[in-house]
């Protein structure tokens, strides 16, 4: 079973970044899509950034467009979420998703995928 390793995290002021990683102990995560989703307490998974397996092409929500940038490492088998200017509102678990093939020109959703890492908190706070 593929599983994926998330590292990052933490709790930090509104204003404030934080970086969150993913990798595996397994498989290429190279060839694979990567979302990252976040789900906030009594709220629904919602994805924030897609890049696809296909072509590289990179997504994000509304929501952290032009504050979050995914990105891959690919010598470290690694795909990374860098966030700034972080809100109150971005106070979620975060989690990493992989798949291939999959496309992040669709709709995005958590039941797209099987393979999972084990979820991260960020806290944003004053």
């Known amino acids: 079973q593929d599983r994926l390793v998330q590292s990052g995290g933490g709790l930090m002021q509104p204003g404030g970044s934080l970086r969150l990683s993913c990798t595996t102990n397994?498989?290429?995560?190279?060839?694979?899509?990567v979302v990252w989703f976040r789900q906030a307490p009594g709220k629904g998974r919602e994805w924030v950034s897609c890049i696809s397996s296909s072509d590289g092409s990179t997504y994000y929500a509304d929501s952290v467009k032009g504050r979050f940038t995914a990105s891959r490492d690919y010598l470290r088998n690694t795909v990374h979420l860098q966030m700034t200017d972080l809100k109150p509102a971005d106070t979620a678990v975060y989690y990493c998703a992989a798949e291939v093939p999959y496309s992040c020109s669709g709709l995005i959703k958590p039941g797209d995928f099987e393979t999972w890492g084990p979820g991260t908190q960020v806290t944003v706070s004053s």
């Open positions: 397994g498989f290429n995560l190279n060839f694979w899509a």
